[in-house]
């Protein structure tokens, strides 16, 4: 499967910086894949869970908000934290949990 | 007289002592190494994001979101204190202290309200008695803060600027200098200072028509601003972080010190009463031999 570049940055730091074939935020109005070639975009992030593959290997993460940016090859997720979770209710139960303590 | 027997004991105690600030100087070095490593890194998320803002092509006026407005007349104001939770960190909360009190004692004859915000718990012990406390943001580590808690934090000062009839919020939280030096500072946090947002967009940068946008151009703009808010306030919290243990490091190296000169002077005490008590037996042995 054909890869672009990505990278999550958070106050905390880049999570993610490399090669990867498919991220997946929940997105304004709800949840938003991108796979490599996509046509430039720039879409609203809300707290939500979310998933990046890496060669092969998915890793989910609870997103806060922010933007997704799709800029020629490069895609860019700014977002005020990114949390690893195990799967994927985990990582809804914890982004409810996010949603509510607010 | 102190026995020997006493400042041998006393001696021993300020080894242990000594032994304990310098590993919490020790553990405050490697700390303070991180939190600045994560302000440096909270600063390049407020590059990008700023530099996203500058792609949009956007130029914000201070119009353009509730966030950026300011109110001619200031009624009520939102102090948000930075302080550590624990002490063993020298004058790193009480001046801090101080300087809220001058202010609110500068300001007591102002119409204004103040309500107080607390991160850290110590400033919260100090003034919950005091002034009218808004809240206790009890769950904030402030030794180790996450930009989990900072964004929780700020969506709940935003919702009290917009919702709750505050003019203002401030943040009155320690500038880090120098391990050796934190300042109190105010700094305003609400409204946003549009000085905060990157200058006027540059002609070069306008955006591509056939781009997506979701949702449009505009708002993603006034979405992209509160990720400012969450920024400084998370800087703040690691800048609080840096002080407390900048602070706690230089007050443990006086601790140690201070424990290394007592050990030194117990110790010319305990000689100098061992060497009494030898001389006072020889004394008794010769006038017991002369006796004879």
């Known amino acids: 499967m054909s890869s672009f570049p990505l990278r999550i940055f958070t106050p905390e730091g880049p999570i993610v910086d490399g090669e990867v074939e498919t991220i997946v935020v929940t997105a304004y109005n709800g949840s938003l894949g991108v796979l490599a070639g996509h046509a430039p975009m720039i879409s609203a992030v809300v707290i939500g869970p979310g998933k990046v593959v890496q060669s092969g290997a998915t890793q989910w993460y609870v997103f806060g908000e922010g933007t997704l940016e799709v800029r020629g090859p490069d895609v860019v997720l700014l977002v005020d934290f990114a949390e690893k979770a195990d799967n994927y209710d985990a990582a809804k139960a914890q982004s409810v949990e996010a949603s509510v303590s607010e | 007289m102190p026995s020997i027997k006493d400042y041998n004991r006393k001696i021993s105690s300020l080894k242990n002592t000594s032994k304990i600030t310098k590993t919490m100087k020790m553990v405050s070095a490697s700390k303070l190494r991180k939190a600045q490593e994560s302000q440096r890194q909270a600063k390049d998320f407020a590059h990008e994001v700023n530099q996203l803002i500058h792609r949009i092509g956007g130029q914000v006026d201070s119009d353009m979101h509730?966030?950026?407005?300011?109110?001619?007349?200031?009624?009520k104001v939102l102090v948000v204190m930075f302080t550590s939770d624990k002490g063993l960190c020298g004058g790193f909360n009480n001046n801090l202290i101080r300087h809220a009190e001058k202010m609110l004692e500068e300001h007591q004859d102002d119409s204004i309200a103040y309500e107080f915000a607390f991160i850290g718990r110590r400033g919260y012990n100090h003034f919950q008695k005091r002034v009218k406390v808004w809240k206790?943001?009890?769950?904030?580590?402030?030794?180790?803060?996450?930009?989990?808690?900072?964004?929780?934090?700020?969506?709940?000062?935003?919702k009290a600027f917009l919702n709750e009839g505050f003019n203002r919020v401030i943040m009155l939280c320690n500038e880090f200098i120098s391990p050796l030096a934190q300042v109190p500072e105010i700094r305003s946090l609400l409204p946003l200072d549009t000085s905060d947002l990157p200058e006027e967009a540059l002609e070069a940068t306008s955006p591509d028509a056939d781009i997506l946008a979701e949702p449009?151009?505009?708002?993603?703009?006034?979405?992209?601003?509160?990720?400012?808010?969450?920024?400084?306030?998370?800087?703040?919290?690691?800048?609080?972080?840096?002080?407390?243990?900048?602070?706690?490091?230089?007050?443990?190296?006086?601790?140690?010190?201070?424990?290394?000169?007592?050990?030194?002077?117990n110790t010319l005490l305990r000689n100098r009463a061992r060497q009494a008590a030898i001389t006072t037996e020889l004394i008794e042995i010769i006038s017991g031999a002369e006796a004879l």
Do not use: C, Q
């Open chain 2, 66 to 75: 509730p966030l950026l407005a300011t109110s001619d007349e200031v009624k």
């Open chain 2, 136 to 158: 206790f943001f009890e769950d904030i580590p402030s030794a180790a803060p996450d930009s989990k808690a900072a964004s929780r934090v700020a969506k709940k000062l935003e």
């Open chain 2, 216 to 265: 449009e151009m505009g708002k993603l703009l006034s979405f992209l601003v509160p990720r400012l808010v969450t920024f400084k306030v998370f800087y703040a919290l690691l800048e609080n972080t840096a002080g407390e243990h900048g602070a706690r490091m230089t007050a443990m190296d006086n601790a140690t010190t201070n424990a290394m000169n007592l050990i030194e002077e």
